[in-house]
């Protein structure tokens, strides 16, 4: 029987352990923390589960008195507080923790049940390729304990942990990262988030919506300087509309506790003070001594994992998924990758990892949701595409609920109609990108995204909207 060895235990590592043993190969995981990695324990199903709950504030804050929603509250006018609505972020984070534990649980289950074998401790290569094929993984357990298993092929899937600036170490209490957020019982008063990246973003507009006063510092000119320009005006207007304070073109260079606040130090001698400061500044792979050089797996400059379309590395017999390879910090590449790997290696049936056709969305709100080519991809000349965008204002849903703010866009080719990309900016974006994805994937035309029929009233509505006016574009460039 086929021996393969997985270490890992994040999205990448369990759907590749669910994928061999179903292929008949006899599977180990080898994970440290508990299956699910940092994207079910400390990253993604925690930040969003708290982003749900921030969501829900934002709605009712934002438009409960267009709505004609009334809110008994007897407090007199002249001193009611702001806010209609409060949290309790002690109970959300218990929330937020054993709900990440449970999907952590339930993932164990799923593997288990496929029949692979799920090992607690640290995995490491050892030396390089055998005679015979087979590789060493050395196994460590928390007590210390070794054990050593032989493997045909070994995925590594070891993700990564949150980048640190030597002047501005976390302390787990007012300067934190973003696996340390869920231990707080009480909202930040004054939040400073540095990094205004996707996490900086997500976490600045989550504690803004649950009540904190929020500070969001960008070394660049923009927030979210990686995603369609157009959709980070509309997040960015949002957020300074909302009272955040966005600091562009501000590097923090130092953060440190002064009493019971954190005084933040940029670049350019300024000092900002808040009562905590959580650091989004990026993350680091998880490859250092795990002997990957040593047994012949190519690294990066920064780190990561050297792999091609099919997940291998430069070593014969060794695969690696996820964050630990720099691309896509996504959970759902993370997923595909670790298949890929499993059917490639097990000789099933594969298609290389296309990142053309990915799905990526920000859960901020609005929120951003992409697809296959950009903005930035047209305008550099990468892509000849034509490109409309239709403002979320004319959709009559939209009105209904109160919806300001967001819009859709759809690239297609010119002449044949054929959609190669698309961004969306609305609550629940990650929903409607779909029909978009399923487009891009297919190479279905914009006409026949304009013939399928759309419920009225509907924010998707909007898409089949673009998708006429790019094909009257079309028909009358032809014409």
């Not at 504030?57 to 004609?68: A, I, P, Q, R, V």
């Not at 500044?281 to 400059?301: C, H, Y």
Request: with cysteine; hydrophobic share 40%; proline share 4%.
């Amino acid at each position: 029987m086929t021996r393969i060895v997985i270490i890992g235990g994040g999205p990448g590592g369990y759907e590749a352990a669910l994928v061999g043993a179903q292929l008949g190969a006899e599977v180990t995981v080898v994970d440290c923390d508990g299956l699910g990695g940092a994207s079910v324990l400390t990253d993604c199903v925690p930040s969003k589960t708290l982003i749900a709950t921030a969501e829900v504030m934002t709605t009712f804050d934002s438009s409960y008195e267009e709505l004609g929603i009334i809110v008994a509250d007897d407090t007199p006018h002249m001193e009611q507080a702001a806010r209609v609505v409060g949290v309790d972020l002690g109970k959300v984070n218990r929330r937020v923790k054993r709900l990440a534990l449970a999907q952590s649980h339930d993932i164990t289950a799923s593997v288990t049940r496929a029949g692979a074998r799920v090992m607690r401790g640290r995995g490491r290569l050892d030396g390089l390729q055998a005679a015979d094929g087979s590789r060493q993984v050395v196994v460590t357990a928390a007590d210390g304990t070794e054990e050593r298993l032989t493997a045909d092929a070994v995925l590594i899937a070891t993700g990564g942990h949150p980048r640190e600036i030597p002047d501005a170490l976390p302390d787990g209490e007012r300067i934190l990262n973003w696996t340390q957020v869920y231990d707080l019982d009480e909202l930040p008063e004054e939040l400073i988030v540095v990094g205004s990246g996707v996490t900086g973003a997500e976490f600045a507009g989550a504690y803004q919506a649950l009540g904190s006063r929020v500070t969001l510092v960008s070394s660049r000119d923009r927030v979210l300087p990686g995603e369609d320009p157009d959709a980070a005006a509309v997040l960015e207007d949002v957020f300074r509309r909302r009272g955040m304070n966005v600091m562009a073109r501000s590097r923090a260079q130092s953060a440190k506790r002064v009493g019971d606040r954190v005084e933040v130090t940029l670049a350019d001698g300024r000092v900002i003070s808040g009562t905590h400061c959580l650091m989004a500044v990026g993350a680091i792979p998880n490859t250092a001594g795990m002997g990957l050089e040593e047994s012949g797996v190519q690294l990066k400059e920064s780190g990561h994992i050297r792999t091609d379309r099919v997940s291998r590395t430069s070593a014969p017999g060794v695969y690696a998924a996820g964050d630990v390879t720099g691309i896509f910090a996504l959970a759902s590449v993370a997923a595909m990758q670790g298949r890929i790997a499993m059917y490639h290696f097990l000789g099933d049936a594969v298609a290389p990892l296309n990142l053309k056709t990915v799905s990526a969305n920000v859960f901020t709100d609005p929120e951003i949701a992409t697809v296959g080519y950009s903005q930035a991809d047209v305008d550099s000349g990468k892509i000849d595409a034509r490109v409309v965008k239709l403002p979320l204002l004319r959709n009559p849903r939209a009105k209904m609920q109160g919806i300001r703010d967001g819009f859709v866009k759809i690239f297609c080719r010119p002449g044949t109609g054929i959609v190669v990309g698309g961004c969306v900016v609305a609550p629940r974006a990650s929903e409607l990108i779909h029909p978009i994805s399923l487009a891009v994937d297919n190479n279905l035309t914009v006409e026949q995204i304009a013939n399928a029929f759309t419920v009225y009233p509907s924010l998707s509505g909007s898409i089949a909207e673009v998708a006429r006016q790019l094909h009257t574009r079309k028909t009358a460039g032809e014409a």
